[in-house]
T-cell receptor, first 116, second 114 residues
Framework: AQTVTQSQPEMSVQEAETVTLSCTYD???????LFWYKQPPSRQMILVIR??????QNATENRFSVNFQKAAKSFSLKISDSQLGDAAMYFC?????????????FGTGTRLKVLA | DTEVTQTPKHLVMGMTNKKSLKCEQH?????MYWYKQKAKKPPELMFV???????INESVPSRFSPECPNSSLLNLHLHALQPEDSALYLC?????????????FGDGTRLSIL
């Protein structure tokens, strides 16, 4: 069975600084997808970034980028130039690439605080 | 704007009441999900419908009854709930193909059981 681990329950970052949230996962599959979701206090879960396991290039979305280390099964999220609006719970998630598989496996989350 | 719409946003009900949560999406997604989320915890999967058929039931108590009337709608019928069922209930949808598409979430329904 696949598992996703987020070892940092809470992180703080100064506004305009850079922070990295860690995520590790365990799987025996070679085809899968990884996601970072953000859930602000207003509660809607929003996709931040998506990574395909077969792509070696790290995904980026504006100030958000990932460090995907497939051999180490690590998928960390880097937030550059942190803004107050980045304060939220961040969840790492895994989905199998097998057709007909619908289950997303979530980590326990990291609460990010942004200090003004 | 939220592409997955959930109603109501808040619901307070007694343990003997019957109520329903509704979820609607018009993105053409063929997979729809119900999650239960407690404060500061990740979402817990309850049910998955794919092509209007129940494909995953995570051993949820029978007091929760899902229904998928068509490809755009997903309901969760509630009956005889317990105080521990108080939580945020999230609906999500995703494309079926290609594989590995992200989920789109609604704002959730905050449910309180008296």
């Amino acid at each position: 069975a696949q598992t996703v681990t987020q070892s940092q329950p809470e992180m703080s970052v100064q506004e305009a600084e850079t922070v990295t949230l860690s995520c590790t996962y365990d799987t025996s599959e070679s085809d899968y997808y990884l996601f970072w979701y953000k859930q602000p206090p207003s509660r809607q879960m929003i996709l931040v970034i998506r990574q395909e396991a077969y792509k070696q290039q790290n995904a980026t979305e504006n100030r958000f980028s990932v460090n995907f280390q497939k051999a180490a099964k690590s998928f960390s999220l880097k937030i550059s130039d942190s803004q107050l609006g980045d304060a939220a719970m961040y969840f790492c998630a895994y989905r199998s690439g097998r057709s007909g598989t619908y289950k997303y496996i979530f980590g326990t989350g990291t609460r990010l605080k942004v200090l003004a | 704007d939220t592409e997955v719409t959930q109603t109501p946003k808040h619901l307070v009900m007694g343990m003997t009441n019957k109520k329903s949560l509704k979820c609607e999406q018009h993105m053409g997604h063929r997979a729809m999900y119900w999650y239960k989320q407690k404060a500061k915890k990740p979402p817990e999967l309850m049910f998955v419908y794919s092509y209007e058929k129940l494909s995953i039931n995570e051993s949820v108590p029978s007091r929760f009854s899902p229904e998928c009337p068509n490809s755009s709608l997903l309901n969760l019928h509630l009956h005889a709930l317990q105080p521990e069922d108080s939580a945020l209930y999230l609906c999500a949808s995703s494309q079926d193909r290609p594989t590995g598409q992200p989920q789109h979430f609604g704002d959730g329904t905050r449910l309180s059981i008296l």
